[in-house]
């Protein structure tokens, strides 16, 4: 089970509210501490997602534009990965939602982040601001790479 904390800001009543989305087979969600009931993925749903939830149906569009938006977020480092076999060990999560990516030590830290960001909107399917943080494995130094900043 994981838990998948984030705030959303829905169109009524227009304040933030902190989503809880528990993965446990379906996506159970907590809106403001309480449970609301659960959403499935549905590619033949009108949004992509399912209720049978009466509290779940009035905010299951902009739900589902979020859902997408973090299931594309969670895909780049995957897509990044690829497109970059030879230079990317591995990569993390930091606490506050930035991603960082470690390359191999011979990597020529600079000329690989202006390569990421000339070729990186390809990969780019979310409108969220990211930053992409480049650390050589065992080495010094950083690039930062700003997504949709």
């Avoid at 009931?37 to 509290?55: I, K, M, N």
Wanted: include cysteine.
């Amino acid at each position: 089970m994981n838990t998948d904390p984030f705030t959303y800001i829905p169109i009524n009543p227009g304040e933030p509210m902190l989503i809880h989305l528990i993965r446990d087979g379906e996506f159970k969600v907590i809106i403001g501490g309480s449970h609301q009931g659960s959403v499935v993925q549905d590619d033949s749903a009108e949004f992509g997602w399912r209720t049978e939830d009466p509290l779940l149906l009035e905010v299951l569009p902009d739900l589902s534009m979020v859902l997408r938006e973090r299931e594309a977020m969670g895909n780049l480092p995957y897509a990044l990965k690829e497109m970059y076999p030879a230079e990317i060990i591995a990569w993390e999560w930091t606490e506050d939602g930035q991603l960082k990516i470690i390359t191999r030590p011979e990597t020529d830290l600079k000329a690989f982040a202006d390569m990421v960001r000339d070729q990186v909107n390809e990969v780019v399917l979310f409108e969220k601001d990211l930053i992409i943080y480049l650390f050589k494995e065992a080495g010094s130094g950083v690039e930062e790479i700003h997504i949709n900043c």
